[in-house]
């Protein structure tokens, strides 16, 4: 009895002992259940009409610091994946609450399962749970609408709206740029005082220059050097101008000779007195430029209104120009004109060829100049992948799939011996009148309903109908094909060389068969494109991702 007591004493003091680790243990174990995330999902509804939409809710609660990622594209065949909406976030302290929404729809009744989704979180993959959806048929009133045969398919313009929007675009940018460069560099702006000045006749101008210096600051604040640089310039630049004479790079002897010598060949009618003057200035300008002198201020001003008077003297004493030397004046104004608008219009070329090939280099870095090469001149293949894509079912058993142009309804005349083994066969074709481009489906419904298709049969039947029709070198690969929904099929493909339409020419290509059956029917899918084509592989790469086939006839 002791010894009992003994160890129950010692074993309340081992549980006192461990209590606080327990505690913790307890409290861990809390938190931790506390940080486990949570995943809940829901549908709005799970009945619907052909066509309707079912949304489908999965709301994940984990800790702000989980990395979350969520089903994308289409995962939930048989059901088609409409829209994704954005996730919606809410926070509330450490915790986030992820809610993601999912459009989906159907177009074919039945009752279909939406499968398990796997959400990620840090990771490692949680499954939600699956759902069955009903889709219904909408009913038919036979009774009081009446009932009219299918209409034969017929062909329907394509709308060139896109083409025009593109061709007004151009247009516009055309415009602003025509306009821009109209402002910039054709139009006439307004002259300047500069210009105006510029443009007047050398006695003119010299008379107005020599007004404005005179109600200049330049004597008020002591600055003659620039008064006499300025008035010996009007004065030098007048003489060479009007009367023909180098002056402006002439010594003040120099020019002083020089019209000492028109004088006396007669060529200038000027006095001794006026030249004597005219020396006087010049040398006085002499003296201020480079000797520093200092005139008075009324000198200066006298100075100024003698250069005015010889610039009248000369003037009056140049004999009149001819009737040719006033042709040949006009002349040149008319050829300088001439030649001011041959610059301008350079000028608007120059900057056009300038903006359209950077425009071009811009565009041709952004998207590549082999794209932009084809979208300027035009490619078929493109033009297809980049236009309105149709999503179809064609023959029974039906063969759903994607493609940019309606398949056409194909008239296949069986041979005697091939009517006892197939009781219907229904084909689809869309060729491209330029390339090699072609899409087809066939559907065969067999005479005898438990017989199993002869996929090697068909195969070889397929690439002898390549080689009828022209094709050579055919190389042929074999391996399993899985739709979206989990059908599996056989994919054959490879390359050859194939007669290009209407000519004899072969050309390098590439073709996929997709082939599936089941008891008492086959399926398959051809399409034949041309080698080294990116666009047309585009367009085989979404097809082969549409492509849906019933299980069953």
Do not use: C
Request: net charge negative; charged share 25%; glycine share 6%.
């Amino acid at each position: 009895m002791i010894y009992t007591n003994r160890k129950i004493n010692s074993g309340v003091s081992f549980i006192k002992r461990i209590s606080p680790f327990l505690v913790f243990l307890l409290f861990f174990s809390e938190l931790s259940a506390q940080e486990r995330p949570s995943i809940t999902t829901k549908v709005d509804t799970t009945f619907i009409k052909i066509g309707e939409q079912v949304k489908w809710t999965v709301t994940v609660n984990v800790d702000s610091t989980d990395v979350v990622i969520f089903p994308e594209g289409q995962t939930f065949s048989p059901l088609e994946t409409v829209e994704a909406f954005a996730t919606d976030t809410t926070r509330k302290k450490d915790r986030l609450t992820l809610q993601k929404i999912y459009a989906l729809t159907q177009f074919d009744s039945g009752a279909y399962k939406l499968p398990s989704q796997r959400i990620d979180i840090n990771g490692t993959g949680f499954m939600t749970d699956s759902t069955l959806i009903n889709v219904a048929t909408i009913p038919v009133d036979t009774l009081n609408q009446k009932m009219y045969d299918i209409k034969p398919l017929i062909n329907v313009d394509k709308s060139n709206f896109d083409l025009w929007k593109y061709v007004l675009i151009g247009l516009l940018i055309f415009l602003i740029i025509g306009a821009l460069l109209y402002w910039f560099v054709l139009r006439k702006k307004p002259l300047s005082e500069e210009e105006k000045v510029a443009l007047l006749p050398p006695y003119d101008r010299a008379l107005l220059e020599l007004k404005r210096l005179e109600n200049s600051k330049y004597l008020i604040q002591d600055e003659y050097k620039q008064y006499y640089s300025e008035l010996t310039t009007i004065v030098r630049s007048y003489l060479e101008e009007d009367a023909h004479v180098s002056a402006l790079e002439s010594t003040t002897g120099q020019l002083i000779e020089k019209l000492e010598l028109l004088k006396d060949a007669g060529e200038l009618q000027l006095d001794d007195d006026t030249i004597k003057q005219f020396s006087q200035i010049l040398q006085t300008a002499d003296l201020v430029k480079f000797a520093k002198n200092k005139p008075s201020s009324s000198i200066a001003e006298q100075d100024r209104k003698l250069v005015e008077q010889i610039v009248v003297k000369t003037h009056d004493a140049l004999p009149e120009p001819t009737e040719e030397e006033l042709l040949e004046q006009a002349e040149y104004q008319e050829e300088l004109e001439r030649n001011a608008r041959k610059k301008k219009i350079k000028i608007a070329i120059i900057s056009t060829v300038a903006l359209i090939l950077i425009g071009i280099t811009i565009a041709g870095v952004k998207f590549g100049f082999g794209y932009l090469k084809d979208t300027v001149i035009g490619h078929p293949t493109k033009e297809l992948l980049e236009g309105e894509w149709i999503r179809s079912s064609y023959g029974f058993p039906p063969i759903q799939l994607e493609t940019p142009q309606v398949l056409v309804r194909q008239e296949i005349k069986l041979p005697p011996e091939a009517k006892a083994a197939i009781a219907d066969i229904q084909a689809f074709q869309y060729s491209s009148p330029i390339g090699l481009f072609n899409a087809a489906t066939t559907s065969i419904t067999l005479a005898q309903q438990d017989a199993e298709p002869d996929f090697d049969k068909t195969i070889e039947q397929i690439l002898s109908n390549f080689e009828s029709q022209g094709a050579k070198n055919i190389i042929t690969k074999q391996e399993e094909f899985s739709t979206i929904s989990g059908v599996k099929g056989v994919k054959v493909f490879g390359s050859g060389e194939f007669l290009a339409p209407g000519s004899k020419e072969l050309m390098a290509g590439e073709y996929t068969v997709l082939l599936f059956g089941g008891k008492g029917f086959q399926q398959y899918v051809i399409l034949t494109w041309l080698k080294d084509d990116t666009y047309a592989q585009e367009i085989v790469d979404r097809i082969l991702a549409s492509v849906e086939v019933k299980t069953e006839a």
